[in-house]
């Protein structure tokens, strides 16, 4: 062999070494971005797995006797429903006969069971006087017992429902007097304490309205101020300065804007706690930034051509700004909006900084009362210890992912839509 | 491009100077006003964080805040209680923060750095436009999601997993805080990584395929050294997330101050400690109260200089090749 040949053989060895390190190069960048993609795919989709169980809820039918010396038609309010509702499930287990066995049956029902039958009858008071099948909420243990998340071959003693309570279960839905029905209560109910009852109307309503405020304060203000550094700042020195600051801005972290709200809008001009109004002007701080980082990329895309033209037939510079330049940026300046109100939706730290955190049964009528906001119920649930509230954590979350799927959706048909070209 | 449409509007001012009317001033002051709410806003933060920290460095030493190793601000109830002093002593904090963060970026780095050489230097246009858009829904999702997600089912699997191993895990450790808070930031440094990846010239590329590289070569030896400092910025970007970051911390790390490396270990942050002071009845002049924005006056001052800094690196090389 000759010289020339073992060189060129270890040519190809090396050739073929680094074409093998190209290939692993290239898969190690396709592997990147498969890892991080299905994290997002395992994430989104465990969330799902255990929040669709949520849709549903349980319900137990009894067989109420209504006659009038149960429940005195002329005074219904009067009647002691929870007690007719305990009396009732001891006629149908006869075997539970201690105190303590009473109590575990009356555990198979929700506590609100009372005031549900109440509400039935007074929506139909033509039932009373025989005795009627009336559906109230299951517990949130039978709940999840029906849905198959307690585990009947588990130890009793880790389980919490026990044998006893078990077979009662199997009793009533052999009897056909248990069944799965749409849960409404989760859409039209506030928080609660029972996870059976708890619902996500009032945190809609707190996010609702702190995202309306939100936008009303930093929209206008935000493209106010695009506009103004665009169009007319004198150049260098000052647009500069406002400009690092607005990058700067756009990049603290949002727990420091919950500090602000705290000591600013709390402490020193004493706003309500926990209200949209201050949740709404917190978001409203944060938003500012991407607003008008957004808007004055918008401007700059409208070409110069537009603006000489007005000038040209006699509008003044800010007539030729507000008739002819900002009109055709707007489309821009919502989208920026649309995903900065993306970002304020899901906000949580800020919120908690300003008592957004309370425990709200009641939808709140107000921006000035304490209300929650939907990432923060999301939080409240996650920390809570009943089994029941992962899906309802779960489901809410599902929701919160939904209205930011939205917005997203909106912002980029309005981005194609009106996507400028000249 | 823009100084010479700002020179013809001057010029047209001049001549038909006399129809400035009073609207136009009075729409130019609200401008102008409008613009300065974002230095408002600046100059609130920072007054009113200095405000509250020097009133917290009344009752607290400021050398005790930053020297100390312990912390736990449990203060008198009432304010007749002397008992128990609480201990403001910054460093577990710190170094839990770190902790996290570090484990953060060494999970986001690689992933982040490979996914935009892919993007930028082997995907077509089609694949890029779809693959980009996914990536950025991680930088989407609210935290507060992350956090639902890291407490629930990485803490338990790490546990666990660490558990069959003979490891002894803490259910809050920082590593699920790190890992789940990790990929969050990817997005961050694959879209910056990949715009100026983008923004090396060709002829670089061109040049070393025509010395013979292979395309992993020109991507190692030239373009990921012409692009480094626009990296490093990307980069410090995401450590200031990393930083500033709360939900995930604080639903998945916990609150116990320990000082320690050891990523199965249970840390706390800044950013939890924050929340934990501030949520629940509180009165506003307490210790404890007040040293919450001891700590976000030092967030905020770290987060700025990381974020000053990347924004100047990033600028500056963008106008290089320009």
């Known amino acids: 062999m000759t010289d020339l040949d073992t060189s060129f053989l270890q040519g190809q060895k090396h050739l073929a070494k680094r074409h093998r390190s190209e290939s692993r190069f290239q898969w190690m960048g396709r592997m990147a971005i498969v890892v991080s993609l299905s994290f997002l795919v395992f994430m989104v989709g465990s969330i799902f797995w255990q929040g669709k169980s949520a849709v549903t809820t349980t319900e137990i039918a009894l067989q109420i006797n209504l006659s009038a010396d149960v429940v005195d038609p002329n005074d219904i309010r009067g009647a002691s429903f929870d007690r007719i509702i305990k009396a009732t499930l001891c ?6 006969t201690s105190r303590k066995e009473k109590k575990k049956l009356y555990g198979l029902l929700s506590s609100d069971a009372g005031y549900q039958l109440r509400d039935q009858i007074l929506e139909n008071p033509e039932m009373l006087g025989g005795t009627v099948t009336i559906w109230v909420n299951a517990s949130d243990d039978v709940d999840i017992f029906n849905k198959g998340q307690i585990d009947r071959d588990v130890p009793q003693a880790d ?6 309570q078990i077979g009662w279960i199997d009793q009533l839905s052999g009897n056909t007097a248990m069944r799965s029905v749409f849960n409404a209560k989760f859409f039209t109910n506030g928080d609660s304490r029972e996870p059976e009852l708890a619902g996500i109307l009032s945190a809609l309503v707190g996010s609702a309205m702190s995202l309306s405020i939100c936008f009303v304060l ?8 695009a506009i103004y550094l665009e169009e007319f700042a004198p150049k260098k020195r000052w647009s500069d300065f406002i400009e690092i600051n607005i990058n700067n801005l756009a990049a603290v972290p949002s727990i420091v804007f919950g500090l602000l709200g705290l000591s600013i809008f709390l402490s020193t001009f004493g706003l309500p706690r926990s209200s949209p109004l201050v949740g709404g002007m917190v978001l409203a701080l944060m938003t500012l930034p991407t607003i008008i980082i957004a808007s004055r990329a918008s401007l700059r ?29 707007l489309p821009g300046m919502f989208t ?3 995903v900065g109100m993306a970002r304020a939706l899901g906000d949580t730290a800020p919120l908690l900084m300003i008592g957004m955190v309370a425990f709200i049964v009641d939808v709140p009528q107000s921006i000035l009362e304490p209300a929650t906001a939907l990432p923060v119920q999301i939080f409240l649930w996650a920390d809570a210890p009943e089994r029941a509230f992962l899906e309802k954590t779960s489901a809410a979350i599902i929701i919160l992912l939904v209205f930011l799927v939205l917005m997203n959706i909106a912002a980029i048909i309005l981005r194609k839509k009106y996507e400028l070209r000249f | 491009m823009t100084n010479q449409t700002h020179s013809e509007i001057t010029e047209f001012n001049i001549t038909t100077g006399k129809r400035v009317n009073v609207s136009d001033t009075m729409i130019k002051s609200v401008m102008i006003f409008c613009s300065l709410v974002a230095v408002a806003v600046t100059v609130g933060i920072v007054s009113s964080l200095i405000y509250e920290a020097i009133e917290f460095f009344k009752k607290v030493p400021i050398t005790e805040f930053l020297f100390s190793t312990e912390w736990s601000p449990q203060t008198a109830m009432r304010s007749d209680q002397v008992a128990s002093e609480g201990k403001f002593g910054v460093i577990p904090l710190f170094t839990g923060t770190l902790l996290i963060s570090a484990i953060a970026m060494t999970v986001a780095t690689p992933l982040g750095l490979a996914s935009a050489v ?36 990485v803490a338990p699997f790490i546990r666990w997993s660490g558990g069959s191993m003979g490891l002894e895990v803490a259910s809050e450790s920082a590593l699920a805080a790190g890992l789940v808070m990790g990929i969050m930031i990817i997005p961050l440094i694959s879209s910056l990584s990949d715009d100026v990846i983008n923004a090396v010239p060709q002829a670089m590329r061109d040049a070393s395929s025509g010395l013979g590289a292979t395309q992993a070569e020109t991507v190692r030896r030239v373009i990921l ?26 639903m ?14 249970a840390v706390t942050t800044i950013t939890a400690q924050i929340v934990a002071l501030l949520t629940g009845d509180q009165e506003f002049d307490s210790a404890k109260t007040l040293s919450a924005f001891a700590l976000g006056l030092m967030l905020f001052i770290s987060t700025l200089i990381l974020n000053y800094f990347s924004l100047r690196i990033v600028k500056k090389y963008r106008e290089q090749y320009d």
């Open chain 1, 218 to 225: 930093s929209f206008p203000i935000g493209i106010m101020a």
């Open chain 1, 91 to 96: 006629d149908t287990f006869p075997e539970a």
């Open chain 2, 118 to 153: 892919f993007l930028a230097e082997y995907a077509s246009k089609r694949t890029r436009d779809w693959i980009k858009p996914m990536l950025e829904i991680l930088a989407g999702i609210p935290t507060v999601v992350y956090g639902f997600f890291a407490a629930l089912t």
């Open chain 1, 336 to 338: 920026g909006a649309i």
């Open chain 1, 159 to 164: 389980r919490r429902l026990d044998d006893q």
């Open chain 1, 301 to 329: 895309a409208v070409p110069p051509s537009i603006r000489e033209a007005a000038l040209g037939v006699g509008a003044s510079p800010v007539q030729a700004t507000f008739h002819h330049v900002a009109p055709l940026a």
């Open chain 2, 252 to 265: 998945a790390a916990g609150l116990a101050a320990n000082l320690t490396a050891n990523p199965l270990d």
């Open chain 2, 225 to 250: 050294h012409a692009a480094i400092p626009g990296i490093a910025g990307s980069l410090l970007l995401a450590a200031s997330r990393a930083i500033g970051e709360t939900m995930i911390v604080v």
